[in-house]
């Protein structure tokens, strides 16, 4: 099984709301990663985890919340987010962190946010 | 330091008719090389890797590319191109010491009948 899933799918809410985005894998992977991606471009790196500790914050701001519950499961929690944040949320995971020996990150379809 | 350059934004070809999609590299340490895949509001997906094994590298749906290290290449080709491969390509170099990988800025590729 080489799936990454994610929910919602798509996602639309205000700027005052609270919201989660959710992201399970079950390959036993160690490293986990969120990405945002507006239409057109590549995704750009928000977050790392491996073993379960934050190791990479590129520098997002803090209405972006990371939590890595346990080994399979990374969630994103969303806190008056703005306009200009609405696009295509991905996850990915690999064995070990991408980088050392070449691991291949696996993505999940992603949720996409629209901030209203 | 590690980079990566798409060479082409866009790339149009007729079905039947073979693709090129051209990626060059800068690393600092032996790279490990991607090329992946989106569909249109879908999850990127592996095509092939590079991992200082074989230069030719077989992928998925008849794709391949070959790692040239004295011109820092990666370039992806298929001898004949489906609609269903009209998406975007990514390149994707990573490195040893560096724990982010760094994207291409991608190339879409479009497929006339």
């Known amino acids: 099984d080489t799936e990454v899933t994610q929910t919602p799918k798509h996602l639309v809410m205000g700027m005052t709301n609270k919201k989660s985005l959710k992201c399970e894998q079950h390959?036993?992977?160690?490293?986990m990663y969120w990405y945002k991606q507006k239409a057109k471009k590549p995704p750009e790196l928000m977050f790392v985890?491996?073993?379960?500790?934050?190791?990479i914050n590129e520098s997002v701001p803090s209405r972006f919340s990371p939590e890595c519950p346990n080994s399979s499961l990374l969630n994103l929690h969303l806190h008056a987010l703005q306009p200009e944040d609405s696009a295509l949320y991905l996850c990915?995971?690999?064995?070990?962190?991408?980088?050392?020996?070449?691991?291949?990150?696996?993505f999940g379809p992603g949720t996409r946010l629209l901030v209203l | 330091a590690q980079s990566v350059t798409q060479l082409d934004s866009h790339v149009s070809v007729s079905e039947g008719t073979p693709v090129l999609l051209r990626c060059n590299y800068s690393?600092?340490?032996?790279?490990?090389l991607f090329w992946y895949v989106q569909h249109p509001n879908k999850g990127l997906q592996l095509l092939l890797k590079?991992?200082?094994?074989?230069?030719l590298v077989k992928g998925i749906n008849g794709f391949e590319a070959e790692f040239k290290k004295s011109e820092t290449s990666f370039h992806l080709t298929k001898p004949s191109a489906h609609m269903s491969d009209a998406a975007e390509y990514f390149c994707?170099?990573?490195?040893?010491?560096?724990?982010?990988?760094?994207f291409g800025r991608g190339t879409s590729l479009i497929v006339h009948p």
């Open positions: 690393s600092s340490y032996s790279p490990s």
């Open positions: 390959m036993g992977h160690r490293a």
């Open positions: 994707v170099v990573s490195q040893g010491g560096s724990y982010i990988p760094t």
């Open positions: 990915a995971s690999s064995q070990a962190l991408a980088g050392a020996g070449g691991e291949t990150q696996y």
């Open positions: 985890y491996s073993y379960e500790k934050l190791s």
């Open positions: 590079y991992t200082s094994a074989a230069t």
